[in-house]
């Protein structure tokens, strides 16, 4: 089945220490996106790619880092100098057609 | 850029009744408008969507409407159902934007017995 898939589930990160979130896309599609959203919020975009090797910072980029090495993949790194990165992350994926199909999440929390 | 507003933030209602969520928006130039039904702990799965050149479009409980000259659209959830219960989000795309979706901030249903 085609679909997109980030890990994982859930994710934990000390002060101080970066940690990358997997997503990995089997529809073939060009575009992809990472979304924030915080409890009873709605999504923030923080990076989109609509090509390999080619991103772009999206509202609240400060703190993240990305890269698009293969069409199937958009890894996401929260770095250190995210100060509040405890949140829902998403990863979404866009074809030739309007829609956007998301992933489950990862949900990233600070200890 | 784009602004989405959406209301109501949440929205109770008893099972059999319908729901409504409007949502407005600022681009002119937008031309496509999902919906978005998210449920605790997922991601967001497309229910149904719209293009400007469509005025209302139905998918079993499902509707949307969309008025372009006021530029507002809205999603109608007849016959209610406990596994309505979610966070709904209305979206849309402004041509020129490299296909980003601007979406709204969420509307929380409860579906009661």
């Known amino acids: 089945d085609g679909g997109i898939t980030q890990s994982p589930k859930y994710l934990f990160r000390k002060e101080g220490q970066n940690v990358t979130l997997s997503c990995e896309q089997n529809?073939?599609?060009?575009?992809m996106y990472w979304y924030r959203q915080d409890p009873g919020q709605g999504l923030r975009l923080i990076y989109y790619?609509?090509?390999?090797?080619?991103?772009q910072k999206g509202d609240i980029a400060e703190g993240y880092s990305v890269s698009r090495e293969k069409k199937e993949s958009f890894p996401l790194t929260v770095t250190s100098a995210q100060k509040n990165p405890t949140a829902f992350y998403l990863c979404?994926?866009?074809?030739?057609?309007?829609?956007?199909?998301f992933g489950s999440g990862t949900r990233l929390t600070v200890v | 850029g784009e602004n989405v507003e959406q209301h109501p933030s949440t929205l109770s209602v008893q099972e059999g009744d319908s729901a409504v969520i409007k949502c407005t928006y600022s681009?002119?130039?937008?031309?496509?408008f999902p919906w978005y039904k998210q449920e605790l702990g997922k991601g967001p799965q497309l229910i149904i969507d719209?293009?400007?050149?469509?005025g209302e479009k139905k998918d079993q409980r499902i509707a949307v409407t969309l008025n372009k000259t006021a530029k507002h659209f809205s999603l109608h959830i007849t016959e209610t159902q406990p596994e309505d219960s979610a966070v709904y989000f209305c979206?849309?795309?402004?041509?020129?934007?490299?296909?980003?979706?601007?979406f709204g901030t969420g509307t929380r249903l409860q579906v009661t017995l």
């Open positions: 979404a994926s866009k074809g030739l057609l309007y829609g956007y199909t």
């Open positions: 529809l073939n599609h060009d575009a």
């Open positions: 790619s609509q090509i390999v090797n080619d991103f």
């Open positions: 681009d002119s130039a937008s031309n496509y």
């Open positions: 719209i293009r400007s050149n469509v």
């Open positions: 979206a849309a795309i402004p041509t020129g934007t490299a296909s980003k979706l601007t």
